[in-house]
């Protein structure tokens, strides 16, 4: 299966800006041009100038047109992680939105994921985070929460904050640990999609469970999704004496 059309003229258009055919500060021809030039249609052109947007590319402006931003994709996430405090403040400095959420119930294989028991109910919630600054689309990550925290979920992107500060607050239960699993994947098409990226590209598939301070159960699981040069995790590990 090729790539989508709109993924093929938005990477065109990124080797023209990278070549310097439309250098920084300059104008990319408008949507009906652009039609003209590849023959494709305008709600093309428009997705393929969004993910140009979301790579840190171009800005979109009214009566101005997309405006060349940056050479080169924009918005790569780096962290330095020596403890569960260090991924907490992480996920502050970046803005959360919601796409969905759906009731789920755990089969074997979602249930050995988050850690919990075959048949148990969670609530998903699926969500991407940006920059605050650029606006630039860094991850996608699925929250699975217990039911009992239903009243978390209208926060989830309506209110500035991450998921375990909303918790934290509800029952006045801090973090007291992080289980980390790192993998590599390749990207399903929802979130390829928001990340600007072609379908099965390759990415980095980071799984957090949440432990709160008193309970031995999960608190509550996020798996994130960061394509191929968005995200780079540096730790520093010490030799036990």
């Known amino acids: 299966m090729g790539k989508p059309i709109y993924v093929e003229l938005a990477e ?28 494709v249609s305008r709600f093309t ?47 502050s400095t970046s803005d959360l939105h919601l796409v969905s959420t759906e009731d789920v119930v755990a089969d074997a ?36 929460l217990r039911p009992e925290h239903r009243s978390v979920v209208p926060l989830i992107g ?13 029952q006045q239960r801090p ?17 390829a999609v928001v990340l600007g990226v072609a379908p099965k590209s390759p990415a980095l598939r980071t799984v957090y469970r949440l432990y709160a301070e008193g309970l031995s159960e999960v608190y509550y699981v996020a798996i994130s999704l960061y394509p191929e040069g968005r995200f780079k995790l540096s730790q520093t590990l010490r030799r036990e004496r």
């Open 12 to 39: 065109t258009l990124q080797q023209q800006i990278t070549s310097g055919k439309y250098p920084v500060g300059s104008t990319l021809p408008p949507e009906m041009t652009l039609c003209e030039i590849h023959g």
């Open 45 to 91: 052109a428009r997705a393929a100038l969004a993910a140009l947007q979301r790579q840190g590319l171009v800005s979109r402006r009214p009566r101005i047109g997309s405006v060349v931003m940056a050479s080169n994709p924009q918005g790569s996430y780096s962290v330095q992680t020596n403890s569960a405090t260090d991924i907490l403040r992480f996920t």
């Open 109 to 144: 294989m979602l249930a050995r994921e988050l850690g919990g028991n075959v048949g148990e109910m969670w609530i998903k919630v699926s969500t991407f985070r940006d920059s605050p600054d650029t606006k630039v689309v860094a991850s996608w990550t699925d929250f699975y």
């Open 158 to 170: 309506n209110k500035r904050g991450s998921v375990w500060q909303f918790l934290s607050e509800l």
């Open 175 to 191: 973090i007291d640990r992080i289980e980390q699993t790192v993998e590599a994947c390749k990207l399903p098409k929802e979130a």
